[in-house]
């Protein structure tokens, strides 16, 4: 009998390794093409927005991201991000919980609103923002009465924003804590812990590369947005223009250095954002494996 359990597990890996072994042909066709559309649409372009951006001379480039409505681009850009990242990490968080932890009805129809901002155009977000708190809007009278300006301001920008980018922190939390289940806060709360204490010392450990990455993808997603923001901001040149805005502007009034010196911008921080997503999957395979190694110790 386990002679033929033996020989029948051998049989299906033998099965599984034909199964995913191919030709050296196929090998090498599969990872030319990857490497070519990687090289097309991927790394030549870096190369001639950097090329252009220096086209100039440094001197031209350094004027043109330095320049006060660039200056003021980029700061509302970085205020715009630095709002919406908490607010979709405690959005995330406590989302994630609620739908991972327990069992509610209408638990999918929340998970749908989650991935809203996926399915809908940033567009159409934009005008739906406009349709509530425009000058003819929903809230739009009650707004003027009270001197309050959303739309064409940084409030706008910021709820555009928030909205565009809030399913990035969520969407990463809710597998991983869907798969750890509940067993490890049930245990805390039997030992005596509060909910706080437990949320610190068991929760938040146990998620951190998850709420790291997603916090990364949430800030790449907000400097880079245009859609929405275009429809609230208005354009308005040292005022409610952000970094993509602010490019548009330049390239249509044929300012390419300019506008390519902006962009660079743009694309470092992407860059910048590949490298962090990079660290954090490398730091969080390492402690998996260690975490698995003591295991297998003990």
């Given at each position: 009998m386990a002679g033929a359990v033996s020989s029948l597990r051998s049989t299906k890996t033998g099965a599984a390794q034909a199964?995913?072994?191919?030709?050296?042909?196929?090998?090498?066709?599969?990872?030319?093409?990857?490497?070519?559309?990687?090289?097309?649409?991927?790394?030549?372009?870096?190369?001639?927005?950097?090329?252009?951006?220096?086209?100039?001379?440094t001197q031209v480039y350094f004027a043109a991201v330095t320049e006060p409505a660039a200056?003021?681009?980029?700061?509302?850009?970085?205020?715009?991000?630095?709002?919406?990242?908490?607010c979709n990490v405690i959005f995330g968080l406590a989302a994630a919980w609620a739908i991972a932890k327990f069992d509610f009805r209408g638990k999918q129809f929340v998970i749908t609103l989650i991935d809203l901002p996926f399915a809908?155009?940033?567009?159409?977000?934009?005008?739906?923002?406009?349709?509530?708190?425009?000058?003819?809007?929903?809230?739009?009278?009650?707004?003027?009465?009270?001197?309050?300006?959303?739309?064409?301001?940084?409030p706008g920008i910021v709820l555009a924003t928030v909205f565009i980018t809030f399913p990035?922190?969520?969407?990463?939390?809710?597998?991983?804590?869907?798969?750890?289940?509940?067993?490890?806060?049930?245990?805390?709360?039997?030992?005596?812990?509060?909910?706080?204490?437990?949320?610190?010392?068991?929760?938040?450990?146990?998620?951190?590369?998850?709420?790291?990455?997603?916090?990364i993808l949430c800030n790449a997603r907000a400097m880079g947005e245009f859609g929405a923001v275009s429809v609230v901001s208005g354009k308005i040149r040292e005022q409610t223009?952000?970094?993509?805005?602010?490019?548009?502007?330049?390239?249509?009034?044929?300012?390419?250095?300019?506008?390519?010196?902006?962009?660079?911008?743009?694309?470092?921080?992407a860059l910048v954002t590949l490298v962090l997503k990079s660290l954090l999957e490398w730091k969080a395979a390492r402690e998996h494996e260690l975490a698995v190694r003591a295991a297998s110790a003990q």
């Amino acid at each position: 009998m386990a002679g033929a359990v033996s020989s029948l597990r051998s049989t299906k890996t033998g099965a599984a390794q034909a199964a995913t072994s191919e030709a050296t042909w196929v090998r090498v066709l599969l990872i030319s093409v990857a490497l070519t559309f990687l090289a097309l649409f991927l790394f030549l372009p870096l190369v001639i927005v950097f090329s252009e951006a220096f086209a100039k001379g440094t001197q031209v480039y350094f004027a043109a991201v330095t320049e006060p409505a660039a200056a003021h681009a980029i700061k509302l850009t970085l205020i715009a991000a630095a709002i919406a990242v908490p607010c979709n990490v405690i959005f995330g968080l406590a989302a994630a919980w609620a739908i991972a932890k327990f069992d509610f009805r209408g638990k999918q129809f929340v998970i749908t609103l989650i991935d809203l901002p996926f399915a809908v155009s940033p567009v159409i977000a934009g005008l739906i923002y406009m349709l509530l708190f425009g000058r003819q809007g929903f809230f739009g009278p009650w707004l003027n009465d009270h001197d309050i300006q959303i739309m064409f301001a940084v409030p706008g920008i910021v709820l555009a924003t928030v909205f565009i980018t809030f399913p990035f922190v969520a969407r990463e939390l809710i597998p991983l804590m869907q798969e750890q289940g509940k067993e490890q806060e049930e245990a805390a709360i039997t030992l005596g812990a509060s909910g706080w204490k437990m949320f610190w010392r068991v929760t938040l450990p146990s998620v951190k590369w998850a709420l790291l990455y997603g916090m990364i993808l949430c800030n790449a997603r907000a400097m880079g947005e245009f859609g929405a923001v275009s429809v609230v901001s208005g354009k308005i040149r040292e005022q409610t223009n952000t970094m993509p805005l602010h490019i548009e502007i330049l390239y249509n009034e044929y300012q390419f250095a300019a506008a390519f010196a902006v962009a660079s911008l743009l694309a470092l921080l992407a860059l910048v954002t590949l490298v962090l997503k990079s660290l954090l999957e490398w730091k969080a395979a390492r402690e998996h494996e260690l975490a698995v190694r003591a295991a297998s110790a003990q």
